[in-house]
């Protein structure tokens, strides 16, 4: 069964930073596309972030300038780092592997911005 568990999520003051981290059990990882989307109560998931199997990359809006999303595929690992965070940025936090029509996602981490 395939897993991706995310980590790094938390309670975080404004202007600072954080790094998500999702380790994955995916065969092949290499070829997915991963990254991350977050959600709102009451809102849809959007897109943050994801990184191809040739290392380009795709952002949402919000993300651009802020985040970067990397991957190490000998960790079968896909890393955020997140800086100049808002109290915008709160939501959960999803993990997703994508190769076609094989998508899976992680149960999800909890950003809190706030002081």
């Known amino acids: 069964q395939v897993q991706l568990v995310e980590s790094g999520g938390g309670l975080v003051q404004p202007g600072r930073s954080l790094r998500l981290s999702c380790v994955s059990s995916?065969?092949?990882?290499?070829?997915?596309?991963v990254g991350w989307y977050r959600q709102t109560p009451g809102g849809q998931r959007e897109l943050v972030a994801v990184?191809?199997?040739?290392?380009?990359?795709d952002y949402g809006e919000s993300a651009k300038g802020r985040f970067i999303v990397s991957r190490d595929n000998t960790k079968r690992t896909v890393y955020l780092e997140m800086d100049i965070l808002t109290p915008s940025d709160t939501a959960v936090y999803f993990c997703n592997a994508l190769y076609f029509s094989l998508s899976y996602w992680g149960q999800g981490t909890q950003v809190t911005v706030a002081s």
């Open positions: 995916i065969t092949g990882f290499a070829v997915y596309t």
């Open positions: 990184v191809h199997r040739n290392g380009t990359t």
